[in-house]
T-cell receptor
Framework: DADVTQTPRNRITKTGKRIMLECSQTKGHDRMYWYRQDPGLGLRLIYYSFDVKDINKGEISDGYSVSRQAQAKFSLSLESAIPNQTALYFC??????????????FGPGTRLLVL | AQSVTQLGSHVSVSEGALVLLRCNYSSSVPPYLFWYVQYPNQGLQLLLKYTTGATLVKGINGFEAEFKKSETSFHLTKPSAHMSDAAEYFCAVNSNDYKLSFGAGTTVTVRA
């Protein structure tokens, strides 16, 4: 079984709808991240969490919110989806032991299309 | 602040030829540097990383990268390309704020 899973893998929604993307991990890591990937822009950080009670905004948090329900679960919500939120979304996890040196482990991604 | 620039959004190589992907970074403190690879329809996975010590870093699948502080570079190479190397490659830096910053990515195409 995969260490980092994301659901759904694909989602089509309409402008104005609220949607939630979910991420679960079995690696036992403290740190979790949400990124979006757009062609030619690489990955940009939306939100990150260093433990269950810690939530931080990334560089592009407007229009998004997150919830860290448990160490293993980190959800991303789009409160009112808009077309320019069409993208590939990745969840990632990392250990905290070696801090910045730690490898991030990525889920398979969720492809979101907002019509 | 930290940032990464990858030179060339697309690279096409012949099978068996050298693969060279360029990455330059900016960082106000000594950086930790990473190369990740993304195969079609998959998430990213680590190829290699530089933390401290030896500046020539070896990774998976025959890839290696050299950290050159004077040039602020961390270029990725593989002596002989294989068809399975076709993917998108991302350089990333993590310096003093605990978050990875990614480059825009370089797509590698391997010609038979």
């Amino acid at each position: 079984d995969a260490d980092v899973t994301q659901t759904p893998r694909n989602r089509i929604t309409k402008t104005g709808k609220r949607i939630m993307l979910e991420c679960s991990q079995t690696k036992g890591h403290d740190r979790m991240y949400w990124y979006r990937q757009d062609p030619g822009l690489g990955l940009r950080l939306i939100y990150y969490s260093f433990d269950v009670k810690d939530i931080n905004k990334g560089e592009i948090s407007d229009g998004y919110s997150v919830s860290r329900q448990a160490q293993a679960k980190f959800s991303l919500s789009l409160e009112s989806a808009i077309p320019n939120q069409t993208a590939l979304y990745f969840c990632a996890t990392s250990d905290s032991f070696l801090s910045q040196q730690e490898t991030q482990y990525f889920g398979p991604g969720t492809r979101l299309l907002v019509l | 602040a930290q940032s990464v620039t990858q030179l060339g959004s697309h690279v096409s190589v012949s099978e068996g030829a050298l693969v060279l992907l360029r990455c330059n970074y900016s960082s106000s403190v000594p950086p930790y540097l990473f190369w990740y690879v993304q195969y079609p329809n998959q998430g990213l996975q680590l190829l290699l990383k530089y933390t401290t010590g030896a500046t020539l870093v070896k990774g998976i699948n025959g890839f290696e990268a050299e950290f050159k502080k004077s040039e602020t570079s961390f270029h990725l190479t593989k002596p002989s390309a294989h068809m399975s190397d076709a993917a998108e490659y991302f350089c990333a830096v993590n310096s003093n704020d605990y978050k990875l910053s990614f480059g825009a990515g370089t797509t590698v195409t391997v010609r038979a």
